[in-house]
């Protein structure tokens, strides 16, 4: 039986090499790992394929970053074996920035410098591989931005850039200043409209994979508060036992049939639940089945 791992994708035509299944770490902090726990679990996803982490510089409260640095300094091999993303763009009040007075979001190219900073230091890398503007700014120069990102780049600190939840015209706009290589954005059986709205039919114009986040409705897929996840759980469950797998696994493959290609955020802390995502890169669900868990999406028939 062959090790079952993550492939591998090259997001864009000049884009980096990262594993399909990524490690989001957006919860880490909730998880209250040890740092030999950390490593452990990192260790774990690695034998798994999974070498790319997702990141934000807000994420646990401006402390995931560091959580992860402090996993790095105690195995230091480890963040060689890593692709790292993170984001930056949004501030808010907290402890750890106490000079941030007000909840904005903030694209200057002195704070998107400063923020790449801050995140080398907290993740105690050299570089990152790929920094993503977290929210879309409706004060967003993209001539600064562009300068911005020539820099860091220049600069080895950042080796890639992209953007989170742009519409596609955002996309076009900064694109069209600076070569961007994905876009992150929300998708699952519970929330399609990445599939509606153009996002996902721009990264087929420019061959691109777009990165994927809460593939799974944050576990609302499962909970059945609502009559759509009812009726998705109940199509899930049919496919997963025809399968002969997990209902979770049928749900990231749902999404991984997209010609796209995406990539796929994990957002847990169990090890079983990194390998159900792994295990959906080995699985194709044929049409009738993805149109069955699309039309228990809607709740209606397509047309």
Same mark, same amino acid.
């Given at each position: 039986?062959?090790?079952?791992?993550?492939?591998?994708?090259?997001?864009?035509?000049?884009?980096?090499?990262?594993?399909?299944?990524?490690?989001?770490?957006?919860?880490?902090?909730?998880?209250?790992?040890?740092?030999?726990?950390?490593?452990?679990?990192?260790? $774990? !996803? %690695? @034998?798994? =394929?999974?070498?790319?982490?997702? &990141?934000?510089?807000?994420?646990?409260?401006?402390?995931?970053?560091? #959580?992860?640095?402090?996993?790095?300094?105690?195995?230091?091999?480890?963040?060689?074996?890593?692709?790292?993303?993170?984001?930056?763009?949004?501030?808010?009040?907290?402890?750890?920035?106490?000079?941030?007075?007000?909840?904005?979001?903030?694209?200057?190219?002195?704070?998107?410098?400063?923020?790449?900073?801050?995140?080398?230091?907290?993740?105690?890398?050299?570089?990152?591989?790929?920094?993503?503007?977290?929210?879309?700014?409706?004060?967003?120069?993209?001539?600064?931005?562009?300068?911005?990102?020539?820099?860091?780049?220049?600069?080895?600190?950042?080796?890639?850039?992209?953007?989170?939840?742009?519409?596609?015209?955002?996309?076009?706009?900064?694109?069209?200043?600076?070569?961007?290589?994905?876009?992150?954005?929300?998708?699952?059986?519970?929330?399609? $409209? !990445? %599939? @509606?709205? =153009?996002?996902?039919?721009?990264? &087929?114009?420019?061959?691109?994979?777009?990165?994927?986040?809460?593939? #799974?409705?944050?576990?609302?897929?499962?909970?059945?508060?609502?009559?759509?996840?009812?009726?998705?759980?109940?199509?899930?469950?049919?496919?997963?036992?025809?399968?002969?797998?997990?209902?979770?696994?049928?749900?990231?493959?749902?999404?991984?049939?997209?010609?796209?290609?995406?990539?796929?955020?994990?957002?847990?802390?169990?090890?079983?639940?990194?390998?159900?995502?792994?295990?959906?890169?080995?699985?194709?669900?044929?049409?009738?089945?993805?149109?069955?868990?699309?039309?228990?999406?809607?709740?209606?028939?397509?047309?």
């Amino acid at each position: 039986m062959s090790q079952l791992l993550s492939p591998r994708i090259q997001i864009a035509e000049q884009g980096p090499e990262f594993s399909q299944i990524v490690l989001g770490l957006w919860r880490l902090s909730a998880w209250q790992m040890s740092v030999p726990d950390r490593v452990n679990f990192l260790e $774990q !996803a %690695l @034998e798994l =394929g999974i070498t790319t982490i997702d &990141q934000a510089d807000i994420y646990g409260d401006y402390t995931s970053e560091s #959580l992860l640095g402090e996993a790095f300094a105690f195995a230091p091999e480890l963040a060689r074996r890593f692709q790292i993303v993170t984001k930056c763009g949004i501030q808010f009040q907290s402890a750890q920035r106490p000079h941030q007075t007000s909840h904005i979001y903030d694209t200057s190219a002195q704070h998107i410098t400063l923020s790449v900073e801050n995140s080398l230091k907290a993740m105690r890398l050299d570089s990152i591989d790929l920094l993503l503007i977290h929210r879309p700014d409706p004060l967003m120069d993209a001539d600064e931005m562009a300068h911005a990102f020539t820099r860091l780049r220049e600069g080895g600190k950042v080796k890639h850039f992209g953007v989170s939840n742009f519409t596609p015209s955002q996309f076009q706009l900064l694109h069209s200043r600076f070569p961007l290589v994905t876009n992150q954005v929300e998708c699952s059986l519970m929330q399609t $409209q !990445a %599939l @509606e709205d =153009g996002s996902f039919d721009l990264c &087929q114009q420019l061959k691109m994979s777009p990165m994927i986040w809460s593939a #799974l409705g944050g576990g609302a897929l499962f909970e059945g508060k609502t009559e759509q996840s009812q009726r998705v759980l109940t199509a899930l469950t049919k496919i997963a036992a025809e399968l002969r797998t997990t209902p979770a696994t049928i749900a990231i493959a749902w999404l991984l049939r997209l010609p796209v290609k995406p990539l796929i955020l994990t957002g847990s802390g169990r090890v079983e639940a990194l390998r159900e995502a792994v295990g959906a890169t080995e699985l194709v669900l044929n049409r009738p089945q993805w149109f069955d868990l699309w039309r228990a999406s809607k709740g209606y028939d397509i047309p």
